[in-house]
């Protein structure tokens, strides 16, 4: 199995901060990497897919980079809506994985 | 607009089985995987499993093969997962996905509850 792995685990930051979350595979994934918003309560929402494609009706100031087995989301200016769980996610093997999360919070 | 619902779940005792579904809309069913995604209380998210357009082809976590089957039903936009020999550490909001390799959208999910 393909193991991902998010640093930081947790993330305090203000608003207006520019924030860098990274993740890591164990193995080459190419840029089979997406990226997920999870608000307290809610499904996942995509956010970045194909490692650096912004998904439809996201905020610009989410961009994400990256290829074979390094990888970042840069949120640009942190806004309140975007304190939450970011999760990465691989799907160029079978099991499918997801990176542990990192929570971002308020400073 | 597409849309997911997520329906089925409940208290179950361990050992015992419950089906869950999930209805789509807004989107032609038939021509896309759709997954099974599952997240234990004040945890991450786990993949649990995914099935090819027609059915043909159905991949599972190691934790849930032999325990859970997925099915679909693309005359009635229908996704199910059918978990058998239920344990505690079953116990999850289980969400469904339509996959693209990347997962969207996601239904509101549903939760499970292993316990006696």
């Known amino acids: 199995d393909i193991q991902m792995t998010q640093s930081p685990p947790s993330l305090s930051a203000s608003i207006g901060d520019r924030v860098i979350i990274t993740c890591r595979a164990s193995?080459?994934?190419?840029?089979?990497l997406d990226w997920y918003q999870q608000r307290p309560g809610k499904a996942p929402k995509l956010l970045i897919y194909?490692?650096?494609s912004l998904q439809s009706g996201v905020p610009s100031r989410f961009s994400g980079s990256g290829s074979g087995t390094d990888f970042s989301l840069t949120i640009s200016s942190l806004q309140p809506e975007d304190f939450a769980i970011y999760y990465c996610?691989?799907?160029?093997?079978?099991?499918?994985?997801f990176g542990q999360g990192t929570r971002l919070e308020i400073k | 607009e597409m849309q997911l619902v997520e329906s089925g779940g409940g208290l179950v005792q361990p050992g015992g089985s419950l089906r869950v579904s999930c209805a789509a809309s807004?989107?032609?069913?038939?021509?896309?995987?759709m997954s099974w995604v599952r997240q234990a209380p004040g945890k991450g998210l786990e993949w649990v499993a995914n099935?090819?357009?027609?059915?043909?082809?159905?991949y599972y976590v190691a934790s849930v093969t032999g325990r859970f089957t997925i099915s679909r039903d693309n005359a009635n936009n229908s996704l199910y997962l059918q978990m058998n020999s239920l344990r505690a550490e079953d116990t999850a909001v289980y969400y469904c996905?339509?996959?693209?390799?990347?997962?969207?959208?996601w239904g509101q999910g549903t939760l499970v509850t292993v316990s006696s």
């Open positions: 996905a339509k996959e693209e390799a990347w997962f969207d959208p």
């Open positions: 807004g989107f032609i069913f038939r021509d896309y995987w």
């Open positions: 099935i090819k357009q027609d059915g043909s082809e159905k």
């Open positions: 193995q080459s994934i190419s840029t089979y």
């Open positions: 194909s490692a650096s």
């Open positions: 996610q691989q799907s160029y093997s079978i099991p499918i994985t």
